[in-house]
Structure formats: structure tokens, C-alpha cells
């Protein structure tokens, strides 16, 4: 970023965080990425050279620091004292995203993926039952690009949850049917489940005890609510953050059925 000339301190700030992707960046090692590779999957859309450009850039500010991953492993980054203080300026921005950022949401900004991906870092771990479930996911009103991304699977179990692009075998429990747009602004809670299956827009089936213990999961609420996102570090980068307190109280008829695992 070219200076501002000023050595007024929010010009200073702004010379290290203001550049495009460098707040996504840190937001992606705050919750634990390390390796290269984990940071470009939680950018897709950022390319290798302005990754490495700003890591450099940032590592060069003081803000990250790079570490040897053992020998002959490639160097992992580490947020430094200085890179942990954007923390709670990164927390406040998602906070004033979901409060005053909505209305800049366009038809462009929906990605299954990283809706996918969004649930699974965002799932309330403590509802998870004994056994495995299986939810369904097929999608519409997307862009030309995802074409090939109609069918997702998201295969619940402890201790490992995972997002599928391909059948994983396995026997459904749950079929959400939505328009991706639909689904993305229940989920960001924009909109209640109610008036989205009311437009038709999203249909979610199965059997009611198991669908209501997946919307408790996946914090699908009958009605908009300001959902907060928990940047917390997480031993999976991609996973739910550690200890997270279950939320089914929020969400009318999502309590668990009788024998799944209670809020911890």
C-alpha cells in the first residue's frame, strides 16, 4: 500500500491492515491456519503470488513471523503479539458486518463452499449424537460457475465432520432442498426458517426429532437472530471452536431427542 505521509496512528494501522485480502488473512490465522496451503483453501478466490505478497508483507510489518514446521517440512506463519492485537479489531468488524453490512450482500457474493465450509467451522459440536447423520444438501439459483456444485453432503460424527462434494455411502437422515441464496441468509440468521420454507425457497426433510436436532446443529432458526462468529484458534482451522456452548435454547422445537449428547 502506497503511505499516507502521516504519522497519525490509524494511518499507520491502515498501512499494514487496509490492503485487499489482508483482513481475511489474519482472520484465517487467528483461527489456526499455519500452513500455506490451508490459508489459500480458506481464500479460494485469492491468487498464490498475492498470497505470498501479503504474507510477505505482513511478516515484514512485524505482524507475522514464520516457523520451522520440522526438518524438511515447509515453514509454517504464526500470528507475532502484534498480529494477535488485530484480533478483537477483526471480531468487531464481523460484528458490525452482521449488524450494518447485509444490504451490501449481492447475487455474486453466495458460494456453496464456502456456505459448506461455513457450517462445518460454525456447527455446535456439544448436539452432535452418538451416531452418525447425514445431511443432504442439493442447491438452485446459483451461478453458471457452481454448476457442479449442485450436491453437498455433510456427514456428522464425532470426532471428525466432513463436507462432501461426492456420495459418501452412507445412508441419508436429512434433505435440505433451498435456493443457495435462500440458505445462506437463514444460516447468516438475515431470514427465518419459517418464511424461507413458506416462499418455498428452502424445504428441509427427514424425520422431525433428527431435522430438529440438525437445525440445532447447523443454528437454523425459525426466525432472523444475530448469529456471532467465534474467530476463537481452533485445533482444526476449519472446524468448530473449541468448547463451544450449545445454542438449542435459541432455536423453537430444535431440542435434542431423547439419548443425543447434551449441551456440554
Sequence with gaps: MKPYASFCPVAKTAEVFAERWTPLLLRELCMGARRFTDLQKGLPLISRATLTQRLGEL???????RVSAGEGARSEYKLTEAGEAFRPILEMMSE???????????????????LM??????????????ERLVVQFEFSGMAEAFRNARYWWLVLRRPEIDVCLK??????DVVVTARLQALSLVWLGYRGLVEARRAGEVAVSGPAAIVATVRGI????????????????RDDPFGPPPGREARSRDVPGTEPPAGSVRPF
Design 59 to 65: 511478516e515484514a510489518a512485524g505482524v507475522v513471523e
Design 96 to 114: 458490525w458486518g452482521q449488524t450494518y453490512g447485509r444490504g451490501r450482500i449481492s447475487a455474486g457474493d453466495f458460494d456453496p463452499a464456502e
Design 117 to 130: 465450509w461455513g457450517m462445518r467451522r460454525y456447527l455446535d459440536v456439544s448436539l452432535l449424537p452418538p
Design 167 to 172: 456420495n459418501p455411502g452412507y445412508d441419508v
Design 218 to 233: 447447523l443454528g437454523l432458526h425459525d426466525h432472523p437472530w444475530n448469529r456471532k462468529f467465534d474467530l476463537s484458534m
